[in-house]
C-alpha cells in the first residue's frame, strides 16, 4: 500500500495562508510499517498548515486508540493516544534525513508535496508508554489474564523456594565481611 499518497499535502498549489487537513489512520496504515509494534488502532490526525513563501509550519494533533501487548500477561488491549506537536518546514536544496527530524525539517525547492505518513508513524511510537498493563477496574482490581497472573505467581513461587542457600558459597560470603 502506498501511504505516502494518502497522508500528504500539495502545498505548492496552495497559496499563503491557514489550512486545516485531517487524516484518518487505521490498521492499514499500521501494518503497512514493517517493524512496527502497534499494528492496529484507529486514529485521527488534525494538521493545521500556516503557509508563508519561506517555510511551512504545521500544528499536528493525533487522537484516539491503538492496540498495545500487556507487558504483564501478553493480551493485547487498547490504550487512548494522545500527541501534539508542532513541524517547521523550511526550504533548501534537499531533503533533510527524518530520522534527524524533530520539530524542524528541511524540504527541497523542487517538492511539490509534504509526506507525513513517516511523521505520523514516528509521534504514535514515541506516544507509546514504556510500561505498557491492563489499567484496574472500578474495585482497583487487575483486567489482566487471570490465568496468566496465576501462572505468572507459581512461577514466581517456585524460584522464592530456589532460593536457599548454597553452602559451597557461603564461605565466600564470609570474606565480604
Same mark, same amino acid.
Given at each position: 500500500?502506498?501511504?505516502?499518497?494518502?497522508?500528504?499535502?500539495?502545498?505548492?498549489?496552495?497559496?499563503?495562508?491557514?489550512?486545516?487537513?485531517?487524516?484518518?489512520?487505521?490498521?492499514?496504515?499500521?501494518?503497512?510499517?514493517?517493524?512496527?509494534?502497534?499494528?492496529?488502532?484507529?486514529?485521527?490526525?488534525?494538521?493545521?498548515?500556516?503557509?508563508?513563501?519561506?517555510?511551512?509550519?504545521?500544528?499536528?494533533?493525533?487522537?484516539?486508540?491503538? @492496540?498495545? !501487548?500487556?507487558? &504483564?500477561? #501478553? +493480551? =493485547?488491549? /487498547?490504550?487512548?493516544?494522545?500527541?501534539?506537536?508542532?513541524? *517547521?518546514? %523550511?526550504?533548501?536544496?534537499?531533503?533533510?534525513?527524518?530520522?534527524?527530524?524533530?520539530?524542524?525539517?528541511?524540504?527541497? @525547492?523542487? !517538492?511539490?508535496? &509534504?509526506? #507525513? +505518513? =513517516?511523521? /505520523?508513524?514516528?509521534?504514535?511510537?514515541?506516544?507509546?508508554? *514504556?510500561? %505498557?498493563?491492563?489499567?484496574?477496574?472500578?474495585?482497583?482490581?487487575?483486567?489482566?489474564?487471570?490465568?496468566?497472573?496465576?501462572?505468572? !505467581?507459581?512461577?514466581?513461587?517456585?524460584?522464592?523456594?530456589?532460593?536457599?542457600?548454597?553452602?559451597?558459597?557461603?564461605?565466600?560470603?564470609?570474606?565480604?565481611?
Amino acid at each position: 500500500m502506498n501511504t505516502q499518497a494518502r497522508y500528504s499535502i500539495e502545498h505548492k498549489a496552495l497559496s499563503n495562508g491557514v489550512y486545516p487537513f485531517e487524516y484518518q489512520i487505521d490498521e492499514k496504515f499500521l501494518s503497512s510499517f514493517e517493524h512496527s509494534e502497534v499494528k492496529n488502532g484507529m486514529l485521527t490526525a488534525h494538521v493545521v498548515l500556516r503557509k508563508s513563501s519561506t517555510f511551512l509550519h504545521l500544528d499536528i494533533k493525533m487522537e484516539g486508540e491503538i @492496540e498495545v !501487548e500487556c507487558d &504483564l500477561c #501478553l +493480551d =493485547k488491549f /487498547f490504550i487512548p493516544l494522545l500527541h501534539e506537536t508542532e513541524l *517547521t518546514v %523550511k526550504f533548501g536544496q534537499t531533503n533533510s534525513d527524518l530520522s534527524d527530524a524533530d520539530t524542524e525539517i528541511t524540504l527541497a @525547492e523542487t !517538492e511539490t508535496e &509534504l509526506v #507525513l +505518513d =513517516k511523521h /505520523f508513524f514516528d509521534y504514535i511510537n514515541i506516544s507509546i508508554p *514504556t510500561r %505498557k498493563t491492563h489499567p484496574d477496574d472500578a474495585q482497583g482490581n487487575s483486567t489482566c489474564n487471570p490465568d496468566m497472573l496465576n501462572l505468572l !505467581e507459581t512461577l514466581n513461587a517456585d524460584n522464592e523456594d530456589e532460593k536457599t542457600s548454597d553452602p559451597r558459597w557461603d564461605a565466600l560470603k564470609t570474606l565480604m565481611n
